[in-house]
């Protein structure tokens, strides 16, 4: 079975640009997380989707960052413009469902670098 | 709030020594409490859970007890190998803004060396 797909795994930008991130999530899992993990920290949700909803976007800084999850199985984060402080990785996980704890597989991430 | 706290890496040892990483959280109710781990190159995998106090999770030789009184849930492991380096979260499962979430710690850097 296929893990959690985000790509690409590696993003260099200047500050102004935008940027995207793209997660494919464990097949048949309706819930979808973004995180963000800073340099020597533990992740933090930015936001969670059950299907095509976002159902908990309060950490998202929603002034330069956006999600989406269309069709309730990939996924999108998108920040315009970056800033030097965005530099992170960028995790993304899905799960089976939350309405008690079912374990959360996290893909890879994606390591911005903003110049 | 909700929070969790580890001890500070990075944490040397060598092969076959005995590991504990140091974990406290801070939260209303009795949440569960994990262990994950992130090895170079690769995502968050987890390692083991407890959901009550007093329950023990275990997994791949390591061990974590849910001590309520202590608010803690320390890792420990009884002779480490080289495989095991890789970064170790403490997280926990806390109501926050009207949810459940997700809240992990910093991380601890585990290098074992031959």
């Known amino acids: ?115 | 709030g909700n929070s969790v706290t580890q001890m500070e890496g990075p944490v040397t040892l060598s092969e076959e020594a005995f590991l504990t990483i140091n974990c406290t959280y801070t939260a209303t109710g009795y949440p569960s409490l994990f262990w994950y781990v992130q090895y170079p190159g690769e995502g968050l995998q987890l390692l083991l859970k407890a959901t009550k106090a007093d329950d023990k999770g275990s997994n791949k030789g390591f061990e974590a007890t849910y001590r309520k009184e202590t608010t803690s849930f320390h890792l420990e492991k009884g002779s480490v190998q080289v495989s095991d380096s890789a970064v170790y979260f403490c997280a926990l499962i806390g109501f926050s803004g009207g949810y459940n979430k997700l809240i992990f710690g910093a991380g601890t850097r585990l290098a074992v060396h031959p």
């Open chain 1, 1 to 115: 079975e296929a893990g959690v797909v985000q790509s690409p795994r590696y993003k260099i930008i200047e500050k102004k640009q935008p940027v995207a991130f793209w997660c494919n999530p464990i097949s048949g899992h309706n819930t979808l997380y973004w995180y963000l993990q800073n340099l020597g920290q533990g992740p933090e949700l930015l936001i969670r989707y059950e299907n095509e909803e976002a159902v908990d976007d309060s950490q998202l800084p929603k002034d330069r960052f956006s999600a989406e999850r269309l069709k309730g199985v990939d996924s999108t984060l998108k920040i315009q413009p970056a800033e030097l402080g965005d530099s992170a990785v960028y995790l993304c996980a899905s799960s089976l469902r939350t309405s008690s704890y079912n374990e959360q597989f996290f893909g890879p991430g994606t390591r911005l670098t903003v110049l």
